[in-house]
């Protein structure tokens, strides 16, 4: 156990102790169950018989209460063996006793047997102290340990002797108060009894004239002494006598004259005194007690405060002392006024006060000091300040703030804890307060928050050993220069080792170490810095005898005459700043130019045919079937196959031609100095050459090929985006002809162009000229062919002429103009589509295309709903088709939207062409899908292909197993009807059971089918 903590014991020993006072059995109580918690396990608290002999428990304790019962039945029973216990013995000797073994040997002790009774209680060991007050033994303390314990030790027994010595002067306190209380008890006997006496010789009165006379000679000098009036009024408040004090003791603002003989209270007084007098004399005359009553009264044009204090004279008599206590009332109305500017100040101070008693415990404190300890004041009260201060300052504060006699310090620092274990800095200033004789009586300090001023020099001090610490890992030279070039201070920095050491420099001019043409430059800077107070900066190289390397010098104003100049190396980065401009202008993973340096060396190209004739040629080039090396050999077999074409293309052109990557795997090459346009074939062939070469890569031998598109410019007014944008045009145009050929830009690639940009130009207005408009084809079940959905089908009539969706969709597709247009095919749709879904089983549907890049509109999933409100078709009813090109775009992105779209919305998905795309079987199982359809390729090669009949028989059974419901799309045939329905296919859609038509169409048809049934 450590020396504070059995300092901590004490003190709660003492303070139990404190708190009982007087009360003799909760001193016992409290000893034992203090001692109990505090040192062992138990506690027996033993005082002295009656006849001295015996030793009788009074109290004991347990901290387990199943053992503290044991104990209780066992001293109960057996109480006359404790007398033969060792605690007997320790009062016999005086002295206290260990006793660590409890028969076993073990632990130090002092000869003593065995006690039989902690060993039939089964303690361990034990401990026993006499409690002796005033040299007489009292009792005893007795301590026993449980047997898993370690036994008590000498250190402990020192403890308990403390303790025993903390009770014996508390024991001796409750006697010495019960002394006091019987004394007082006394006394007051006697003064009654006197009483008695003095009120049978005022009966005898009569019998003792002289001894009244004496008396009264007495009262009447001190009534002369007295500088009050006496007067003597009746009951109805008529004065009766008067008696006026001396002119040596007159000390007051009463008037000389007094009311006649005979007169009333009330004809000299105002109303409400007269009044306030007379109920006065009737209590005093019915009570028989001393009525006082205080008033302010005008007497000689003065206010005036005058006490009557009045007592009953017989019967129907009362005397009364009337006083002028102007002067007290003045000084307690300043008093008070003092003591409320005092508590106003206290209170209402911007920094924390505290007053303290002579013991350093807090008596006050105000409402700054509890927000700053944050603890309210009652967690405050009676508690030393130091109870709340950093463990380090604890001291402290107890040494300067309890009235020890010292000189008190002026202010001093400490550290305050708050409950959240915050630390607040504060510096206290304390001072002296003083009673009536001149006697310290406390003391009252000032306490001032300091933490926000501590924590900004101790950030000042961080940033001071920040700031030098990185002035002390720079690399730069820093460098002093005054007005005209001489080198006031320096330091010379790493890297600088063609500078002279700063020790060196000192005194030197910029002339005399730096060359010509650089010292002129400083002195220029210098004094441009001095003049504009700016900051003035220019680059440099230094051939360093390793190399020429690069550097910066800033030179910045420091006063009137002199600059602070830095000097940085800014080799690395000028190496940095080149590479991110090479990086700027070529492709990062070939070395090729990008498309930035493309169009700027082809807008060159094409400008130079203004001097001179000829052609530039452009070919593009994009790579066939590229996307399977990266799905099948990795991404990093891809990026070498890159490289490699990239160097058989270097090798296949001229130095002078342009060969630049402006995508994945698309390539142009600009050629100049075409002497002949048509020579552009030949560079054709010539690319096509480089290309047919195998590629080993990967452990495996990859072929290549490209389809080119090849435009060419005889014009120097030609566009350089107009030139790529043909080459563009015509290698889809070579990749739809069959990949692995180029073809040329010319008159029909420009008229198919022209059209092309004619139909997206039209397809703008389209909506605004309502050309578009909606059919509908129904879905049927199999086998019965009973209608139980509507697909809505887009169609553009175009003055006159039908545009097929598959000539107009990729070119809104490509525009953007898909999102406008499926929007208003999705709200029409919905529209007329509760009217159609009236004439059709429960469940029916309504099937709409979305495209991929509607699927991506951040606005597509508001619109669903909207609509559906707007409508008031059924969710359930509403199938989103998608192909299973909008769901490899950004698969994560799709497969949450269509999350939202089935989960929340409760739309239901289809996803069409199914095995025309890239026909992943893990589309089926990753997405939320309802519905798949069957292409119409299959369906169609049912009538005459084995193999159409097992794929679409595969794909059926799959979508069942999947719990989807399969639609066969293109069904024109009987014949492909019966087999699809012997498949097990759900639902068929095509021209045998009717064709696309307007609403009023599809009603009719409807009609036609009920009438049919």
Request: aromatic share 4%.
């Amino acid at each position: 156990m450590q020396a504070h903590v059995r300092t901590d014991v004490l003190a709660e020993v003492n303070r139990a102790f404190s708190e009982v006072e007087t009360d003799y059995p909760r001193l016992i109580s409290r000893m034992a169950e203090t001692v109990a918690h505090t040192l062992g396990d138990l506690c027996v608290v033993h005082t002295v018989s009656p006849d001295g002999d015996a030793l009788v428990p009074e109290g004991h304790h347990h901290a387990d209460p199943s053992r503290r019962e044991q104990f209780s039945n066992l001293l109960a029973t057996a109480p006359h063996r404790v007398s033969e216990d060792v605690t007997g013995r320790a009062v016999d000797l005086g002295l206290p006793v260990l006793d660590a073994g409890a028969g076993n040997g073990v632990g130090p002790g002092v000869g003593v047997d065995p006690a039989p009774f902690h060993v039939s209680a089964g303690t361990h060991s034990m401990m026993a102290v006499p409690i002796v007050a005033a040299g007489t033994t009292v009792g005893a303390l007795f301590a026993s340990r449980d047997l898993t314990p370690e036994p008590f030790t000498e250190e402990d027994l020192r403890l308990l002797t403390a303790i025993a010595s903390q009770a014996a002067l508390a024991v001796q306190n409750a006697r010495l108060y019960q002394s006091l209380r019987d004394l007082n008890r006394t006394l007051e006997d006697q003064v009654r009894d006197r009483t008695l006496d003095l009120l049978d010789s005022y009966e005898n009165l009569d019998r003792q004239a002289s001894a009244l006379a004496d008396s009264e000679s007495l009262m009447g000098a001190m009534l002369d002494a007295l500088p009050d009036v006496v007067m003597l009024l009746d009951g109805s408040g008529r004065f009766l006598d008067f008696r006026r004090p001396t002119p040596e003791a007159l000390r007051t603002r009463l008037p000389g004259s007094l009311p006649p003989l005979g007169s009333r209270v009330g004809d000299h007084v105002p109303v409400e005194l007269a009044a306030i007098a007379h109920d006065a004399i009737a209590e005093a005359l019915a009570t028989g007690d001393v009525v006082t009553i205080e008033h302010a009264v005008e007497i000689d044009r003065r206010r005036v405060h005058i006490e009557a204090r009045l007592a009953a004279c017989g019967a129907d008599r009362v005397v009364a002392v009337v006083r002028d206590i102007s002067q007290r009332v003045a000084a307690e109305a300043a008093l008070r006024a003092s003591e409320a500017r005092f508590r106003t100040g206290f209170e209402n101070a911007p920094i924390g006060m505290v007053l303290l008693d002579m013991a350093g415990r807090t008596v006050a404190v105000n409402a700054t000091l509890c927000r700053m300890l944050g603890r309210p004041a009652s967690m405050l009260a009676g508690r030393p300040l130091a109870t709340f201060a950093h463990a380090d300052d604890a001291a402290l504060v107890r040494s300067h703030l309890v009235a020890d006699g010292a000189a008190l310090a002026p202010q001093f620092l400490v550290r305050f804890l708050e409950p959240d274990a915050g630390v607040v800095w504060a510096r206290v200033y304390p001072a002296w307060i003083h009673d009536a004789d001149g006697n310290r009586a406390g003391l009252l300090a000032q306490v001032v928050d300091v933490t926000v001023a501590r924590r900004s020099e101790a950030a000042l001090r961080e940033s001071e050993d920040r700031q030098r610490a990185l002035l002390d890992a720079m690399p730069d030279a820093m460098l002093r220069i005054s007005r005209s070039g001489t080198f006031l201070d320096g330091r010379q920095g790493v890297g600088f080792e063609w500078l002279p050491a700063a020790e060196d420099l000192l005194g030197a001019n910029v002339r005399d170490v730096l060359p010509a043409h650089l010292a002129n430059r400083c002195l220029q800077a210098t004094a441009a810095a001095l003049l504009t107070s700016g900051v003035e900066s220019f680059e440099f190289d230094v051939d360093t005898g390793g190399g020429v390397r690069g550097y910066e010098g800033r030179f910045v104003s420091s006063g009137t005459d002199e600059v602070i100049v830095i000097l940085r190396d800014i080799t690395d980065r000028k190496r940095a700043e080149e590479e991110a401009r090479h990086l700027a202008l070529h492709d990062p993973l070939t070395g090729l130019a990008n498309r930035r340096l493309l169009i700027d060396r082809l807008q060159h190209a094409v400008g130079r045919l203004r001097r001179r004739a000829g052609g530039v040629a452009v070919l593009f080039c994009d790579l066939d079937r590229f996307k399977v090396i990266n799905d099948t050999l990795g991404h990093t077999a891809g990026d070498a196959v890159l490289q490699i074409v990239t160097e058989r293309l270097r090798e296949a052109f001229r130095g002078n031609d342009t060969i630049a990557r402006i995508g994945g795997d698309e390539f142009v090459v600009v050629v100049e100095d075409l002497a002949d346009p048509a020579d552009a074939a030949l560079a054709g062939d010539r690319l096509q050459s480089a290309l047919r070469l195998p590629v080993s890569v990967a452990g495996a031998e990859v072929f290549t090929s490209a389809s080119i598109g090849i435009a060419v410019a005889t014009r120097a007014d030609t566009s350089p985006e107009d030139l790529l944008r043909h080459a563009d045009t015509a290698m889809y145009r070579a990749k739809d002809g069959g990949r692995g050929r180029y073809e040329i830009f010319d008159e029909d690639v420009r008229s198919s162009l022209r059209a092309r940009l004619e139909l997206e130009s039209d397809l703008h207005r389209a909506l605004d000229r309502r050309e578009l408009e909606i059919q509908y084809q129904p879905v049927v079940s199999l086998p019965g062919g009973q209608p139980v959905a509507f697909e809505a089908l887009l169609r553009w009539d175009r003055g006159g002429d039908l545009v097929a969706p598959a000539e107009f969709l990729d070119i809104a597709e490509e525009t953007g103009l898909i999102v406008p247009i499926g929007t208003w095919v999705l709200e029409t749709a919905a529209a007329c589509g509760g009217v159609l879904a009236g004439a059709l089983p429960p469940g029916a549907g309504l099937h709409v295309n979305v495209s991929a890049r509607q699927l991506a509109d951040a606005g597509f999933l508001e619109l669903v709903a909207a609509v559906l409100e707007r409508s008031g078709l059924p969710a359930s009813s509403l199938v989103l088709e998608l192909t299973e090109s909008a769901l490899i775009a950004d698969p994560p992105a799709a497969a949450a939207r269509l999350s939202v779209l089935t989960r929340d919305l409760g739309v239901r998905i289809a996803l069409d062409d199914f095995g025309t795309g890239f026909s992943s079987l893990s589309h089926l199982v990753h997405f939320p899908i309802d519905i798949v359809k069957i292409d119409k390729s299959f369906v169609a090669g049912l009538d005459g292909d084995g193999a159409h009949s097992t794929i679409v028989e595969a794909t059926i059974g799959l979508g069942h197993r999947l719990g989807l419901t399969v639609v066969a799309e293109g069904v024109e045939t009987d014949a492909q009807a019966r087999l699809l329905s012997d498949l097990g296919c759900d639902r068929a859609q095509g021209f045998l059971y009717a064709r696309p038509g307007a609403q009023q169409d599809v009603s009719a048809w409807l009609e036609g089918q009920a009438v049919g049934s």
